[in-house]
């Protein structure tokens, strides 16, 4: 596993959400009143773009659809059987770190 910078947590507001991508992959990272939260960032939907979505509620919200997902679990809000991958996230001063593999 590596820790791989994706951004700067003073761009990244509470309550927001920012897409990062490593490669080709795409991770979602939500900063839930100042916790971060870094999960899978393709919706398992029709693979709508989560990082570009949105957080209400403490829910990551896809813009294509609006599918809910738990910022802090990554279960879906409608089937708890459907769940995105979480990554351990974390700081190194302003820098926003997620652990891929």
Same mark, same amino acid.
């Given at each position: ?21 490593? %490669? ?6 939500? +900063? *839930?009143?100042?916790?971060? $939260? =870094?999960? !899978?960032?393709? #919706? ?6 989560? %990082? ?6 403490? +829910? *990551?919200?896809?813009?294509? $659809? =609006?599918? !809910?997902?738990? #910022? ?30």
């Amino acid at each position: 596993m590596a820790l791989v910078r994706v951004g700067s947590l003073s761009r990244l507001a509470p309550g927001s959400v920012m897409e990062a991508a490593v %490669g080709d992959q795409r991770y979602a990272v939500c +900063n *839930l009143d100042g916790a971060l $939260h =870094a999960l !899978e960032g393709t #919706c398992p939907h029709l693979g709508g773009p989560l %990082g570009q979505g949105a957080i209400y509620k403490g +829910n *990551l919200v896809c813009p294509w $659809h =609006a599918w !809910e997902f738990d #910022c802090a679990t990554g279960q879906n809000d409608y089937n708890p059987g459907l769940k995105l991958a979480k990554l351990p996230v974390s700081l190194a001063g302003d820098d926003i770190l997620i652990e891929v593999g």
